[in-house]
Nanobody, 123 residues
Framework: VQLQASGGGLVQAGGSLRLSCAVS??????????MGWFRQAPGKDREFVAS????????PYADSVKGRFTVARDNDESTLSLQMNSLRPEDTAVYYC???????????????WGQGTLVTVSS
């Protein structure tokens, strides 16, 4: 399984960005994989942001992004997205799409990592 994230960039506080993740699967069915987004800010541990069940149902978001970010997937296109609104400087991080073994917020439950895309929010 290969994950290719895109859509990062520089945005002012209060702005929006949409991240995308294209997933290539071999021997697996994308529609059976739990998917999620994690992020890692400079000098900090990688942390959970949001996840989505194989059928497209969402699970609780990280408190820090709740009400501002929306995760979605398209099983026909094998893609994952993260719509980020009302961005704050503290959202600055490298964002990673991830394939999870189960519904989880733990990095130890990630089976597949994308390469990351940098989001920088200026104040």
């Amino acid at each position: 399984v290969q994950l290719q994230a895109s859509g990062g960039g520089l945005v002012q506080a209060g702005g929006s960005l949409r991240l995308s993740c294209a997933v290539s699967v071999s021997g697996r069915t994308f529609s059976r994989i739990f998917m999620g987004w994690f992020r890692q800010a400079p000098g900090k541990d990688r942390e959970f942001v949001a996840s989505v069940t194989p059928s497209g149902g969402t699970t609780p978001y990280a408190d820090s992004v709740k009400g501002r970010f929306t995760v979605a997937r398209d099983n026909d296109e094998s893609t994952l997205s993260l719509q980020m609104n009302s961005l704050r400087p503290e959202d600055t991080a490298v964002y990673y799409c991830a394939g999870l073994r189960s519904q989880s917020t733990r990095t130890s439950d990630v089976e597949y990592w994308g390469q990351g895309t940098l989001v920088t929010v200026s104040s």
